[in-house]
């Protein structure tokens, strides 16, 4: 059974570029969740979808979006990236809308120069 | 919202020794507590969870236990392995709720 699977793994972008990362969950779950981890901040929630629907989403500035397509895949996009933006970007798939059972993929790590 | 405290940040065990990771959190509504490893390179990987209506759960050398009362939980690992090596993190969810609060993780090394 495929897990998790983010694309692409790494990611170098300058400042001011914007940037799409993509997450293919496993097969059947229909829940998709976007978490952003620093050394500093930590696993910090991005957002949630559920049936290509936005249930939820966490405190960050309206350059970061997302959304999710009929067969579950989700992308999320980030615009005018800042030097903050480096991190690992998380995405993590359940067959529940509340996120029961939590499968993380390995991450894009996105680097802002 | 919900605020999860997470400690010690770094923690060093001799091989064969027990690990205790300590967590608390701030909302009372929480009610499911999941522990993650997360190696290096890789994305955090499910361990244990525990819902708020059991008090310890246990599968092989690791266990959870948690305290409603007091609002916190812990990780024990025993007879560490070097392979244990890795960075744990807590985390909390409200049953209405659809996102994780993760603590700062542990940093733990098994020294063979």
């Known amino acids: 059974k495929a897990g998790v699977t983010q694309t692409p793994r790494y990611l170098i972008k300058t400042r001011g570029q914007q940037v799409t990362l993509s997450c293919s969950p496993i097969?059947?779950?229909?829940?998709v969740s976007w978490y952003q981890q620093t050394p500093g901040q930590g696993l910090q929630f991005l957002f949630e979808?559920?049936?290509?629907?936005?249930?939820n989403k966490g405190n960050f500035p309206g350059r970061f979006s997302g959304r999710q397509f009929s067969n579950s895949r989700s992308e999320m996009n980030v615009s005018t990236l800042e030097l903050g933006d480096s991190a690992l970007y998380l995405c993590?798939?359940?067959?529940?809308?509340?996120?029961?059972?939590?499968?993380f993929g390995s991450g894009t790590r996105l680097t802002v120069v | 919202g919900e605020n999860v405290e997470q400690h010690p940040s770094t923690l060093s065990v001799q091989e064969g020794d027990s690990a205790v990771i300590k967590c608390t959190y701030s909302?009372?509504?929480?009610?499911?507590f999941p522990w993650y490893k997360q190696e290096l390179g890789k994305g955090p990987q499910l361990i244990i969870d525990?819902?708020?209506?059991?008090g310890e759960k246990k599968d092989q050398r690791i266990a959870v236990t948690l305290n409603k009362t007091a609002k916190h939980f812990s990780l024990h690992i025993t007879e560490t392995q070097p392979e244990d090596s890795a960075v744990y993190f807590c985390?909390?969810?409200?049953?209405?709720?659809?996102?994780?609060?993760f603590g700062t993780g542990t940093s733990l090394t098994v020294i063979p």
């Open positions: 993590a798939s359940s067959l529940a809308w509340q996120g029961r059972g939590y499968t």
């Open positions: 097969s059947g779950h229909r829940s």
């Open positions: 979808y559920f049936s290509e629907t936005q249930r």
């Open positions: 909302d009372s509504a929480s009610n499911y």
């Open positions: 525990i819902r708020s209506n059991v």
């Open positions: 985390a909390a969810m409200k049953d209405t709720g659809n996102q994780f609060y």
